[in-house]
């Protein structure tokens, strides 16, 4: 199981790690500042030793990182990974922002059931 590090320092925008499975250009990690899509979040992107991420997806609690072709990565490397830190630190106030509204509209709005956060996306520039 990956060590989701982006949980106890959310502002890392580099790590090196340990690969722990490849499967073609799926991989695993020992742990990741990625965050992977969920609850309506979008994941981050970035590359992992120079090539590029396409998707980091869950997995019960894996995270699996699809990356660019090319790559001879093994069990056992060390690499590293780099988040988009622009796209991230947005992504972080829009959902911070959205948090707050909704907290907002459930606190002065009669009938309003809590249930979670809205979609977000970045479209890119």
């Known amino acids: 199981m990956v060590e989701k590090v982006f949980w106890t320092n959310p502002y890392l925008t580099k790590l090196a790690t340990g690969i722990t499975s490849v499967n ?3 991989i695993t990690l020992e742990q ?5 899509f969920s609850g309506g979040q979008e994941s981050d992107t970035g590359s992992i030793d120079g090539y590029a991420v396409h998707q980091a997806k869950k997995d019960g609690h894996e995270i699996i990182y699809t990356v660019e072709e090319g790559h001879d990565f093994k069990v056992g ?3 590293t990974m780099t988040i988009d830190w622009d796209r991230r630190y947005r992504l972080m106030r829009l959902h911070f922002a959205a948090e707050i509204v909704l907290e907002l509209a459930y606190k002065h709005l009669k009938g309003i059931e809590k249930t979670g956060a809205p979609s977000l996306k970045i479209k890119p520039e």
């Open 77 to 79: 490397d060390q690499v």
């Open 24 to 26: 073609g250009n799926d």
């Open 32 to 36: 990741t500042i990625f965050y992977a």
